[in-house]
């Protein structure tokens, strides 16, 4: 069970428990249950919203480079900031997807499946990841379910934290509304290798296939999602808070779905068309 998870179990004001007994019962810390985590200085959160952007553009970018590039638009900052803040935000050189999550040492690790498999079908191989969303007075993160043949989100969530629990919503949301996919296709990171996770998989039926070391290229279609995403919707929006954001993505969502003719895609359909074509051929 996550952090927030257990966290959410705690009543206050139980008439019987106390918070130190209840806190017990969940195998949580009472000190967590306090824990405000500590939020980012209106700075900071500008010099991330810059880095975010200019990772779109170079991905090879590490903290040095980063640091370099936004000493040059005239900010005054160092190498061991922008790592802190890179790492604060799951990016990282080399790898062309934002490491948004990381591995798990007890999490299991399951085979890669889709080596040398062609795939043209929809609900044949569904796909996730996870990216940054930036706000006035904060981030969150996004988890995005895509049908990869046809490029159409079936399902996202937006959180705060980096818990599996709104990639677990998302997942379930997915497979009620558009059935069950032949294979499930994730990296590596904690949240997609917890055990709440793959169970949900598992019970569906579903065959799941992770990503190894340089095979960051699997995930390239959601990839470009994110980036038309952030250059079409969040860049021109400076979201307030959690409900601005939640509304505004997830109106662009529907528009790519639904109206965007998707560039990959013949006769200019849209996501949610060739979605449709498919499974009714």
């Keep these: 069970m996550s952090h927030g998870r257990r966290a959410a179990m705690i009543a206050p004001d139980h008439p019987r428990l106390s918070i130190v007994r209840q806190c017990a019962l969940v195998s949580m810390a ?3 249950h306090y824990y405000v985590g500590k939020g980012e200085s209106p700075q900071n959160l500008k010099l991330m919203r810059l880095i975010d952007a200019q990772y779109l553009s170079t991905p090879w970018y590490g903290s040095r480079q980063m640091a370099r590039h936004l ?9 061991k900031r922008v790592r802190r803040l890179m790492r604060r935000m799951g990016l990282s ?4 997807k934002p490491r948004t999550s990381t591995p798990h040492p007890g999490h299991r690790i399951y085979p890669y499946l889709l080596r040398d498999v062609r795939i043209d ?4 191989v569904w796909c996730t990841d996870i990216t940054y969303i930036p706000m006035q007075r904060g981030f969150q993160y996004l988890v995005a379910i895509m049908d990869w043949a046809t490029r159409t989100v079936l399902a996202w969530r937006l959180s705060n934290t980096l818990d599996s629990d ?3 919503e998302a997942l379930k949301e997915a497979l009620a509304q558009y059935g069950t996919p032949e294979i499930f296709n994730t990296d590596q990171g904690c949240q997609f290798t917890s055990r709440d996770f793959t169970d949900v998989l598992e019970q569906a039926g579903v065959r799941i296939s992770m990503d190894g070391k340089g095979r960051w290229m699997d995930n390239v279609f959601i990839e470009r999602l994110w980036r038309s995403l952030k250059y079409e919707c969040v860049y021109l929006h400076d979201f307030q808070d959690g409900p601005e954001a939640r ?3 997830g109106a662009w969502l529907q528009y790519y779905n639904e109206e965007r003719p998707h ?7 849209t996501p949610m068309e060739e979605y449709a074509r498919r499974r009714a051929a």
Excluded: E, M, P
Aim: aromatic fraction near 10%; proline fraction near 0%.
């Design 71 to 79: 000493r040059r638009q005239g900010y005054r900052v160092g190498r």
């Design 93 to 96: 050189a080399i790898y062309r």
């Design 121 to 124: 079908r929809a609900n044949q």
């Design 247 to 249: 509304q505004i993505i």
């Design 30 to 32: 009472r000190s967590s």
């Design 263 to 269: 560039s990959t895609l013949a006769d200019d359909r």
């Design 166 to 168: 709104f990639c677990i």
